[in-house]
């Protein structure tokens, strides 16, 4: 396995139009997104992104159609050109990069897995899986052995023959990403790689892709429109609307302490008990005397917390950190309100 390597996105534009660079000051100044297509008739994509994805993390980009999450993603392999900024990978700057450069990144430090599977319909899924190791020029045995473990592991094992067209789109998705993992590369780009999935399917799915990064830790960019998936699996979301970042942070952050009426309106219908962990909402402790015998973890969701309590009668419990050690305690009444936010926890 590869290392794990981080992302970072610095200032970054992007302009549709005949002359996109001679707006792009404009904007900077605070010329909004119909104020451009109106006056000038460009179309603002991006405006002033800057977003930090540590190594190894899966970070979420959400919003709805038309906010730019697609048109951010494709920058990052450079499938579409800045007006204006940078996205620094490894110490180099892939907006610098030259075609030639440019075609190595892409083949050794980066995978795409698409909303429309992208699978090629006359070969098999063997030959899709491997057909990435094949354009780096990886012999055939190789590349089939590569191919079969990631198979193998997304749950296809028995289906190396089969065509796509054989397939559920849940299958043909499971292709997909054992296709982008068999490449070995540190970055994955999903874009809305499980939105043409039906509901279950698209869980399903979602679990598995946890269950992978437990073990190949990639740096993933996840693109969603959907807020409960990106609430299950980012380690940091960032929002988007018109183009511009709103608000990111952990889950935690947005659905405790939304930025805005527009992220607050996203977040009212979550069902909190299952996002919020113990850890986000406990008191912390300095004096550890009179600390409750029952204990939690510190990543266990609220609901869970009141479950416990409920289930004992009790009023609090004792928070314990992966080490044992107790960190806090997370009272009754607490999460209750964390719960039904009727007012912000103490962190």
Request: hydrophobic share 40%; no cysteine.
């Given at each position: ?14 302009i549709?139009?005949?002359d ?34 540590a190594?190894?993390?899966i ?11 697609s ?12 007006t ?8 180099r700057?892939?907006?610098a ?24 319909p ?6 899709n ?8 020029g ?8 590569t ?5 193998e ?5 028995g ?6 067209s054989?397939?559920s789109g ?9 296709r982008?993992?068999?490449?070995d590369?540190?970055?994955?780009l999903?874009?809305e790689a ?16 946890l ?20 609430l ?24 405790m302490?939304?930025?805005d009426d527009y ?5 009212q219908h979550?069902?909190?008990?299952k ?7 406990m008191?912390?402790?300095h004096?550890?005397?009179d ?8 990543d266990a ?5 009141l479950q ?8 609090a ?11 806090g305690?997370?009272?009754?009444q607490?999460?209750i ?10 962190p």
């Amino acid at each position: 396995m590869t290392d794990p390597i981080g992302i970072e996105i610095r200032n970054l534009y992007k302009i549709f139009g005949s002359d996109p660079e001679a707006h792009v000051e404009a904007v900077r100044r605070g010329m909004s997104k119909a104020e451009l297509q109106r006056d000038h008739q460009h179309v603002l994509g991006l405006s002033d992104i800057n977003i930090q994805v540590a190594p190894g993390s899966i970070q979420v980009i959400m919003g709805l159609s038309g906010s730019g999450k697609s048109t951010l993603i494709r920058h990052i392999n450079r499938l579409i050109d800045p007006t204006a900024g940078e996205i620094i990978i490894e110490g180099r700057n892939v907006v610098a990069m030259s075609q030639a450069e440019l075609r190595e990144f892409r083949r050794h430090k980066t995978a795409m897995v698409f909303q429309k599977f992208g699978l090629l319909p006359h070969r098999t899924v063997l030959d899709n899986a491997a057909y990435g190791l094949e354009v780096q020029g990886i012999s055939q045995s190789e590349r089939y052995r590569t191919a079969m473990r990631w198979i193998e592991r997304v749950g296809l094992k028995g289906f190396e023959k089969s065509y796509p067209s054989q397939l559920s789109g849940g299958m043909q998705q499971r292709v997909g990403l054992a296709r982008a993992l068999a490449n070995d590369a540190p970055i994955l780009l999903m874009d809305e790689a499980y939105s043409a999935l039906d509901p279950l399917i698209r869980y399903d799915m979602q679990t598995v892709l946890l269950d992978l990064q437990q073990e190949v830790r990639k740096t993933i960019v996840f693109i969603t429109h959907d807020l409960d998936e990106a609430l299950r699996i980012g380690d940091r979301i960032a929002l988007l609307r018109d183009g511009s970042v709103i608000q990111q942070g952990t889950a935690q952050d947005i659905v405790m302490r939304p930025a805005d009426d527009y992220v607050a309106n996203f977040v009212q219908h979550v069902d909190r008990g299952k996002v919020l962990k113990v850890g986000a909402v406990m008191l912390a402790q300095h004096g550890f005397d009179d600390l409750p015998e029952a204990s939690i973890a510190t990543d266990a969701s609220i609901a869970e917390a009141l479950q416990q309590m409920a289930a004992s009668r009790l009023q609090a419990l004792r928070v314990d950190a992966p080490d044992g050690k107790p960190i806090g305690v997370i009272p009754f009444q607490d999460a209750i309100n964390a719960y039904t936010g009727s007012r912000e926890a103490t962190p």
